[in-house]
Nanobody
Framework: QVQLVESGGGLVQPGGSLRLSCAAS????????MGWYRQAPGKQREYVAT????????NYADSVKGRFTIARDNAKNTLYLQMNNLKPEDTAVYYC???????WGQGTQVTVSS
């Protein structure tokens, strides 16, 4: 059983940056491909980025490519999402997820507004 807890969300102005963290407990996440997803009000949850277990490969949604960076520290059992040049359309609740296993965090709110 894996428990995931996201943190680092908040209110930021357009063009600003945030770094999200997802701390895992209960079991290691080192064998999982991990992902970030987001859900804006009134919309379905959407894919943001994934990273393989050894960080060999990363993939991004077109909407965040070049602005977001996914990373992980398996020694700390933690997943990260560095978000730069944020836009109002990035406003959403961000969730981390173990790809291939149905573990989700509770989400952290990111609001981009002036």
């Amino acid at each position: 059983q894996v428990q995931l807890v996201e943190s680092g969300g908040g209110l930021v102005q357009p063009g600003g940056s945030l770094r999200l963290s997802c701390a895992a407990s209960g079991s290691t996440i080192r064998t999982y491909t991990m992902g970030w997803y987001r859900q804006a009000p009134g919309k379905q949850r959407e894919y943001v980025a994934t990273i393989t277990s050894t960080s060999s490969f990363t993939n991004y949604a077109d909407s965040v490519k070049g602005r977001f960076t996914i990373a992980r520290d398996n020694a700390k059992n933690t997943l990260y999402l560095q978000m730069n040049n944020l836009k109002p359309e990035d406003t959403a609740v961000y969730y981390c997820h173990t790809v291939g296993a149905e573990y989700w965090g509770q989400g952290t709110q990111v609001t981009v507004s002036s």
